[in-house]
């Protein structure tokens, strides 16, 4: 079993305590569930911004604790008004040290499309991400199969929730659906770890030419980000090279105005 796996069985789990303790009717009732939604694609497309969506993460599987004293607030506010045209916040506890109430914080302060960076693979967290205050979810291809990402994103826009369908193989394109509005290319290949920002150049001439495209993982500087776009990726997830620096939000700073 690879660390994939491992994370897909324990989150199972974790999903069914949750809808045993709060059922969807609770998280209906959440004041933010109808709350008009930012457009993550749009935000993307913006050409007033650069397309860097900046990650707030504590701690991963590959990388261990990253930043473990960094303020989500003044981190995610240093983000915004610098010009991240998304933030993505990791919502995992298990592995990635976040939480639902990082997103919920996050969004009780910003307006800014937020991603919910989520091991998806029940409705229920579909739900979960709107009750919350996300504007976009993850899918992950290789923790779902082609069906189950196609009823997650019809949920998701039955809720107004944007998709970010993230890939890391040819294969995974098959995982493609109508209702999917950005893809993304995982530069990090999640069973090993091992990462790679060639995975993006070579599945670009793959990925369907009218859809916004992200590249995601082991983006270092903005060089990297300078050859992604001149490869023809509309923005770039960038979450270790700021989180791992004592100030995320100037480290973000300082990147952004060399993009
Ligand atoms: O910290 P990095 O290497 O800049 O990567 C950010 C982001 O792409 C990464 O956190 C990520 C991409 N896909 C994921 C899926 C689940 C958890 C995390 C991720």
């Known amino acids: 079993m690879n660390i994939l796996d491992e994370i897909i069985a324990r989150k199972k789990t974790a999903v069914a305590d949750a809808i045993k303790a709060v059922p969807v009717s609770k998280l209906e009732q959440s004041p933010l569930f109808s709350r ?27 990388e261990g604790v990253i930043n473990d004293k960094a303020d989500l607030l003044q981190v995610t506010s240093a983000y915004t008004h610098a010009g991240a045209s998304a933030l993505s916040i990791l919502t ?17 302060h910003e307006q800014v499309a937020l991603l919910r960076k989520e091991f998806i693979v029940n409705e229920y967290q579909v739900f979960e991400a709107r009750a919350i205050g ?19 994103s019809l949920r998701a826009r039955s809720l107004g929730l944007e ?35 060639q995975t993006s150049l070579d599945l670009f001439p793959a990925l369907p030419a009218e859809m916004f ?7 270092h500087n903005p060089a990297d980000v300078k050859m992604l776009k001149d490869a023809g990726y509309d923005g770039c997830l960038v979450g270790t090279a700021f989180m791992k620096q004592p100030d995320p939000g100037r480290a973000f700073r300082d990147f952004i105005k060399q993009c």
């Not at 970010?164 to 090993?192: A, C, I, K, S, Y």
């Not at 495209?213 to 983006?219: L, R």
Request: zero cysteines.
């Open 92 to 108: 995992d506890t298990a592995y990635f040290g976040g939480s639902n109430g990082d997103l919920e914080m996050a969004r009780s």
């Open 36 to 62: 008009p939604v930012v457009s993550f694609r749009n935000a993307i497309g913006d050409p007033a911004r650069k397309g860097i969506i900046a990650e707030f993460k504590r701690k991963s599987p590959s």
């Open 134 to 152: 996300a504007d976009a979810i993850l899918l992950i291809a290789a923790a779902l199969t082609a069906k189950e990402v196609l009823l997650l």
């Open 163 to 197: 998709v970010l369908l993230e890939l890391h193989t040819e294969e995974e394109l098959g995982h493609l659906n109508p209702f999917v509005d950005v893809v993304g290319v995982n530069n990090r290949n999640l069973g090993t770890f091992s990462t790679a920002l």
């Open 213 to 219: 495209k992200i590249s995601e993982s082991g983006i």
